[in-house]
């Protein structure tokens, strides 16, 4: 009995000697990680709030970054530490891209503004000449009897006519502007095309052209707006991404293109005003390596196209 009591004796003291040396190590190998996550978590929320874009396009989410770091740094154990650090920094990341979105719609508007201040001006441009050119003959037409008389009434004749032109340009501008206001809740953007409006993968069953029930809402309200412009041409256009054989692709992106064009005309959008093509994975708009481009590849574009334009002028290339 007296070893016995020795021995747990000598026991006691070598445990009170390891447990904590053991947890002193555990501590020491947490602390770094907590460190590196949260030091990841600051650069990307310091990077966010350090770009001018974001402080324009991406204040809400800036701010809800910079909520989630302060949490982190708050936090009273690891496993809290890590997820509020994580939120932050992919928030952080959100807000970047969000601010990218924005800042490139905005430049995308600005210089559809621009392009039609530039017509209007040249319009303009084209009615002071003939103004001017009708006020000559006028003078001379009165120095010549009537045969200056009639000189005048023709030149009179085109200052109407340029008159007229520049009141029709200043109209389809404000058509071309409340349609895009129409559309906006389709998301619509103006290109060097027309409007264009684009229907993502989701709106189709997988691996087919039919499309589901809730596309049509989408589907009513542009012929809505259509009906109002019935002078519009309008180019629908099929896409997929690279996965399987080109000629699947290619029949696919055809069929969902017909699909739409068929859900127009069944709400009385004339035939005749509708093109529909299928380009197959012949015009990606993201990398076709990774899931999220494979996405957004897959797609049908509709394209409205500006007054009086032929669709098979704005056909791309095959």
Known sequence: MKYKKVYYRGLNKLLFVIVPFFFLVTGCATAPENNTVLEH????????????????????????????????????????????????????????????????????????????????????????????????EAE???????????????????????????LQTQQEIAQKQQLESELAELKAKQTDRGLVITLGDILFETGKARLLAGTMLSIDKLADALKKYPTRNVLIEGHTDSRGGETYNLNLSE????????ALTERGIAADRITAKGYGKMYPIASNSHEAGRQQNRRVEIVILDEGESPEKALRKM
């Open 255 to 262: 069929q969902r293109a017909d699909a739409v064009r068929s």
């Open 41 to 136: 978590a600051r650069s990307a929320v310091s990077q966010a709030q350090a770009d001018p874009d974001v402080a324009q396009y991406a204040k809400v989410e800036v701010f809800e970054a910079s909520q989630a770091l302060q949490q982190a740094e708050n936090a009273k154990d690891s496993e809290t530490l890590e997820h509020f650090a994580y939120i932050a920094e992919k928030d952080a990341q959100i807000a970047i891209n969000r601010a990218q979105e924005k800042k490139a719609d905005a430049e995308m508007e600005a210089m559809s503004k621009e392009k039609d201040k530039i017509q209007l001006e040249a319009r303009e441009y084209e009615l002071e000449k003939a103004r001017k050119e009708a006020a000559r």
């Open 140 to 166: 001379e037409a009165a120095l010549k009897g009537q045969e200056a008389k009639e000189k005048g009434q023709e030149a009179a004749a085109m200052a109407h006519e340029a008159e007229m032109a520049r």
